[in-house]
């Protein structure tokens, strides 16, 4: 009797067998809820789509703030004073400090070499300043092969540090900066060093092409334009390293160093060159060349295992032949177009 009175009942006070006991075990057991397979598989799939998905936006982010190091690498290594240099290369560097702030910090530093008519090849050479733009990769010292190369054709020479780099103010360098550092060198050859822009050569290494191509356009009256494994853009150039072919690089690379625009509106003499340290991405040298107006010449530079390539009679000749060329132009003796075998 004391269990059917424990057992719910209906109203009339029967107990209704469809009402299952609250207190009874079995009864709870058969009501849990269980969890489809199916949705399980479909929640983890999510979690790890979730998970790549932040992944990858991680990595962009990463590589966003440091893009940057696309195109600069400074050297980590203590670089010897300019006086060290000169001595253990006879070259007659002068130390500059340039490009002085609103409150007095000279930001930049520059080697000064004059042309030494004396001993120069071509005299007539000697009335032209190099202003070398460098690769991204090197500071000064790292650069005195070519400036050897400069001082031996008989012209001056002025190089200088992008900001982030060598005795120059410290700091990520960027496009910007280097834009602003290549116009600054421009300004001190010109404005304190008294040089006439029609006897300034400007010249520029792989990345430098494109600080060098900013400068040209901006002082049209220089007297020529020399770009060493000029690339239209430096997306381009990125297109060609396979570990990054994933990442959207055309929305995370800010600093382009796009020039593909600039070259066709340069009306100054061109001097196209490309060399072996760049023989994976010679078209773009080549597309360069393509789109440049006339008067431009252009060379490829063979391949040498125990010469850096400012020390290849190839690169002297090119170089030279050009510079004459130019000096040809400005006494009205004009010469074609050419393509240097």
């Known amino acids: 009797m004391q269990r059917l009175k424990d057992k719910p009942t209906t109203a009339s006070g029967r107990r209704d067998r469809n009402i299952p006991a609250h207190d009874d075990p079995s009864s709870q057991l058969g009501h849990a809820e269980v969890v489809s397979g199916r949705w399980l598989v479909k929640a983890i799939l999510i979690v790890l789509a979730a998970s790549g998905v932040a992944l990858y936006l991680t990595i962009c982010l990463l590589f966003y703030q440091g893009q940057w190091q696309f195109a600069f690498f400074p050297p980590k290594t203590l670089q010897p004073a300019a006086a060290t240099v000169a001595a253990s290369s006879g070259l007659p560097i002068t130390d500059i400090r340039f490009d002085t702030t609103q409150e007095g910090i000279e930001r930049l530093n520059g080697w000064w070499i004059p042309a030494d008519i004396a001993f120069s090849p071509t005299a007539s050479l000697s009335h032209f300043v190099v202003l070398f733009c460098p690769n991204g990769h090197t500071d000064l010292p790292d650069n005195v092969d070519a400036l050897k190369a400069f001082h031996a054709l008989g012209v001056s020479v002025f190089a200088f540090d992008y ?71 430096l997306a381009a150039e990125i297109k060609h390293e396979q570990h990054i072919h994933l990442l959207p690089m055309w929305l995370i690379v800010q600093d382009r160093f796009d020039i593909s625009g600039i070259i066709p509106t340069l009306k100054i003499p061109k001097l196209i060159l490309s060399t072996p340290a760049m023989h994976r991405y010679a078209s773009g040298a080549a597309e360069i060349y393509t789109g440049a107006t006339a008067p431009k010449q252009q060379a490829s530079i063979a391949e040498s295992s125990n010469q850096t390539v400012y020390a290849l009679p190839k690169w002297r000749n090119a170089v030279g032949n050009f510079l004459n060329f130019i000096a040809e132009q400005s006494s009205n003796r004009p010469a074609p177009a050419s393509t240097l075998k």
């Open 163 to 233: 900001q982030g780099f060598g005795k120059s103010q410290a700091g990520h360098p960027s496009q910007q900066k280097a834009y602003a550092n290549g116009i600054a060198a421009l300004n001190y050859v010109t404005g304190l060093r008294h040089i006439p822009a029609d006897h300034v050569v400007i010249y520029g290494a792989r990345l430098g092409a494109a600080v060098a191509a900013h400068v040209a356009q901006t002082s049209p009256k220089i007297a020529g334009l020399v770009l060493e494994d000029p690339q239209p853009s």
